[in-house]
Nanobody, 116 residues
Framework: QVPLEESGGGVVQAGGSLRLSCAAY???????????MAWYRRAPGKERELVAL???????VVADSVKGRFTISRNNSRKRVFLQMNSLKAEDTGVYYC???????WGQGTQVTVSS
């Protein structure tokens, strides 16, 4: 397991932006660079779904529902993954989780609430 901690959630009006950050508390930089990392979210009353993924070599996958609005990125030297969320909609409301794909490690989640 890899300890993960999300931050950056909050309440924002529709059309606004938030930037989520995920810190991987692994002590070895060379280990983190090999991780495929992802953001998932769970909306109220719905199943958890993949929002965006970034591989160890920087390739990205973004869900159709957020394409063109959300961007995933990583900073290996800081062992962090980011999710830039623009043009937020009410349906983006939910708990956002950071996930390390290989060892199936999850963070505690950070709440994002978009008011319409």
């Amino acid at each position: 397991q890899v300890p993960l901690e999300e931050s950056g959630g909050g309440v924002v009006q529709a059309g606004g932006s938030l930037r989520l950050s995920c810190a991987a508390y692994t002590t070895i930089f060379s280990v983190f660079v090999g991780f495929d990392m992802a953001w998932y979210r769970r909306a109220p009353g719905k199943e958890r779904e993949l929002v965006a993924l970034i591989t160890s070599d920087g390739r990205t996958v973004v869900a159709d529902s957020v394409k063109g609005r959300f961007t995933i990125s990583r900073n290996n030297s800081r062992k962090r993954v980011f999710l830039q969320m623009n043009s937020l909609k009410a349906e983006d409301t939910g708990v956002y989780y950071c996930h390390e794909e290989t060892r199936d490690s999850w963070g505690q989640g950070t709440q994002v609430t978009v008011s319409s």
